[in-house]
């Protein structure tokens, strides 16, 4: 028995999708108020099944189902009582194409209509079609203005009013909050979708971006709403310009009184710690200028600023430091020193070489060539160039009035002899110098004599700048005494050529 019943209704339901098969509607239908809609039906392929008639009922989401139309191929078309009496009607009224048209929807029309054919002897066939009715939203969004503190608040606000189907709403946001959203099912079957934006407001979120989305069917693309958050809260102050470098003498130095508030600060007010304001300062809005640091600026600035929620102040303390020295004349007075040393070390190193250049110079006025010839012989004269070329009285203008000594080594007791004009031999005792020049000592007695050397010329040249008496030495037989003796020497003055100063 529960077998035969299981294969009835096995046969029933495949009669009914094989039926069902031959109803062809549109599964859905969109339209907005105001609009008409038509909702078509067609029986395909009917064969050897019979229809006696076919049916529209709506079958609202929230209600029962209702007939609005009626077929009969013998009594007609017929229109019950329902939502959309006068307003339906059978678009061509056949079996076939029993398709129908709705005027003037309203939101209220939304629902499943269905298609119903009673057919013989397979029973009835139906095909649904869901009408759904858009409705355009109106969009909106705001931001709400809160005052800082501890607790979570409403910062911004998003709406779709009116929509169907119901919107989506989404927001875009760098600060850390929640969102949350209500639905609201208006009279006209419409939807409003409410949704509030809340954080702990602090003053760093005030003017950070925030943005509503709202997407519908009814809309190409999404909507975006920007916009800024508003938290209000007391002036927050600082004051900048102080650089702790405010010496003595300074001057057109300022300090700025910087401050953020929501609602903008409308009073700024400057004041010393000790309730005196220096005469150097003057005051001008969020700055104050020092024309000129003194004593009297050594004191704590403080900065009020008020705005409609409060006050907020700043300060700083001023420590007048001495004046720097001037960089620029330090190193004009350096400069200058080390220009000055420089010059003396230079003056001094001309003057120890001119030095040094005289005495060679005035040495070697003094002291005969070393010469190789017959025996050997060093000599020391005391004469002009042109006595030293062998000149004589008669053998040309280097005229040579005075004697000449000769150190012979070949000469018995190595003595120094006088050679006259006509180059004879005389006797004659060595000096310090001539034993100097005969090459019988070694170095470090050489040196020693060349120290006492030095001084007997200087001895000798210092007297002669005196004036002191000059001894000259001429041979004995000369009775003429030449102008041409006399010879310029590099210091200005004039000596003899052969002259011995003593």
């Known amino acids: 028995m529960k077998m ?11 009669v009914q999708g094989a039926l069902g098969q031959l109803i062809q509607v549109d599964p859905e239908v969109m339209s907005y108020p105001g609009q008409n809609v038509e909702l078509p039906c067609k029986f395909v392929n009917p064969g050897s099944t019979q229809v006696s008639q076919v049916s529209w009922i709506l079958e609202p989401s929230d209600g029962e189902r209702i007939n609005i139309a009626v077929y009969h191929p013998t009594f007609g078309a017929s229109y019950p009582d329902s939502p959309v009496t006068g307003r339906v009607t059978f678009i061509a009224p056949t079996l076939n194409t029993p398709s129908i048209r709705i005027a003037d929807v309203k939101m209220t029309d939304e629902g499943r209509y269905i298609c119903e054919y009673a057919t013989y002897p397979t029973g009835n066939a139906q095909g649904i079609t869901n009408l759904v009715m858009l409705a355009k939203p109106k969009n909106s969004a705001s931001h709400i203005t809160v005052v800082a503190g501890d607790t979570p608040v409403v910062v911004a606000r998003c709406a779709s009013a009116n929509g169907r189907p119901v919107s989506q709403i989404r927001w875009v946001t760098s600060v850390n909050g929640n969102a ?109 200028k020092v ?26 303390t001023v420590n007048v430091r001495d004046p720097p020295a001037d960089p620029s004349n330090v190193g004009v007075v350096a400069g200058v020193v080390i220009g000055i040393l420089l010059a003396l070390l230079l003056v001094g190193a001309l003057v120890a070489i001119l030095v040094t250049h005289n005495r060679r110079q005035q040495q070697q006025g003094y ?66 110098q001539d034993i100097l020049l005969s090459g019988e000592m070694d170095e470090a007695e050489r040196k020693k004599f060349d120290e006492l050397a030095d001084e007997e010329d200087e001895e000798r040249y210092d007297r002669f700048t005196a004036a002191g008496p000059i001894l000259q030495l001429r041979h004995h037989d000369d009775q003429h005494y030449l102008d041409d003796d006399m010879e310029s020497q590099r210091d200005g003055s004039v000596i003899s050529r052969t002259a011995v100063y003593v």
């Open 4 to 14: 035969a019943i299981f294969i009835s209704v096995v046969m029933f339901l495949s």
């Open 180 to 288: 949350t959203t209500l639905t609201t099912q208006e009279s006209d079957n419409t939807v409003t979708l409410r949704s509030d934006y809340k954080l702990i407001p602090t003053p760093a979120d005030n003017g950070k971006d925030i943005s509503c989305v709202v997407e519908h069917r009814t809309q190409t693309k999404p909507e975006s709403f920007p916009m800024k958050l508003a938290i209000e809260y007391p002036p927050m102050v600082s004051i900048v310009g102080y650089d702790d470098n405010w010496y003595m003498g300074r001057t057109n130095v300022e300090l700025t009184c910087q401050a953020k508030g929501n609602p903008i600060p409308t009073t700024v007010t400057w004041r010393t710690l000790t309730g005196h304001m220096p005469d150097t300062v003057q005051v001008t809005e969020n700055k104050l």
């Open 291 to 316: 024309l000129k640091v003194d004593e009297t600026v050594n004191t704590t600035f403080i900065c009020e600023v008020r705005n409609r929620l409060g006050i907020g102040k700043n300060q700083v």
């Open 367 to 432: 002291r005969g060539n070393q010469k190789s010839g017959a025996f050997d012989i060093k000599s020391r004269l005391f004469g002009s160039k042109a006595s030293k070329n062998g000149g004589g009285p008669g053998n040309g203008p280097g005229n040579n009035n005075g004697p000449i000594y000769t150190y012979r080594e070949g000469v018995s007791g190595g003595g120094l002899t006088e050679k006259s004009a006509n180059h004879g031999l005389l006797s004659t005792t060595p000096t310090a």
